[in-house]
């Protein structure tokens, strides 16, 4: 259309594929059956990882937060990862379009011989068709009148030589255009799909990347103590400089812990009677705290 800027990565010369737009059609298929097969199993590994981490018991003590912000993680990467997968079947179902149907399209995009526009029309499929009129619309203005002169030659009789010819003639124009509507289709969906690669992309690595942190296993010693359990408990310093009698000469106690965390609990020793009974409560640089079994 007059002063309407022609798209370049929509630019495709006929015949460059060396099949036309119907090899151009199957690379691009071959390309999205790859992006399709990458997203299917990115999403397999997504839900098998979950599966044997068994999220729900390594999110069972963490906070409210945290679990909010593991299972949005969650829920993001598989939108994403989902969405890539369903647009990329949508570019493999591409129709294959007639000519009246694109005739029909341009009417109700404001595409009309009787208009004269200056700007692109708003269907991108139609508008793409129309840049290329002179190599694809054999002289024709808009894709109506190349469809009205289609319907003529239809109803011509072809008894003359010279009318099965144009009728042949019209016949692969035809064929040609409908060829070429599919590719740009496609081509269209595919560089929807591609605009949102580096943002969505960016979107994704962030969401898994919470995901590991949110569900990474707590160690034993950050773990919060909030009832009695039984441990060992290995003295790095005297007995008397952690609080226990004078009398206590013990390395290695047997014990509660009852509070805090076994990285800094809080610990009940119920003997030898040399060391207790007694509570006190401790650091990770004065104890080292096993559980036991």
Known sequence: MPGAEQDPAMTV????????????????????K???????????????????????DVLGSASTERRALALTSVGVALVLVLSV?????????????????????ELKAGGSPLIVRLSPLSDRLVQSILERRTYLLVGFNTIGDFYSSYQVHLQSPNVDPANRTAAVNMERAVERVE????????????????????????????????????????????????????????????????GFPATCRETQLEGFAIGGTFENPTLSIPGPPSCGPLT????????????LP
Do not use: K, N
């Not at 010369?13 to 691009?28: I, K, T």
């Not at 997203?39 to 599966?51: E, F, P, R, S």
């Open 85 to 105: 997968v369903a647009a990329c079947a949508r570019i493999l179902s591409t129709p294959r379009r007639s000519i009246r149907d694109l005739a029909d399209r």
């Open 34 to 56: 790859w992006l399709m097969t990458a997203g299917a199993a990115l999403t397999t590994v997504l839900v098998a990882g979950l599966q044997l981490r068994d999220i729900t």
């Open 280 to 291: 006190l409560s401790l650091t990770s640089g004065q104890v080292v705290v096993v559980p």
């Open 179 to 242: 060829d070429w509507a599919q590719f740009l289709d496609a081509h269209l969906r595919f560089r929807r799909l591609t605009r949102w690669f580096w943002p969505g992309g960016l979107l994704l690595a962030t969401a898994l990347v919470t995901l590991t942190a949110t569900t990474a296993v707590q160690s034993d010693s950050s773990v919060v103590v909030d009832d009695a359990v039984a441990v060992t408990v290995y003295l790095r310093s005297t007995p008397s400089e952690l």
């Open 13 to 32: 010369e006929p015949g460059a594929s060396g099949r036309g737009p119907a090899g151009a059609f199957e690379q691009l298929r071959d390309t999205v």
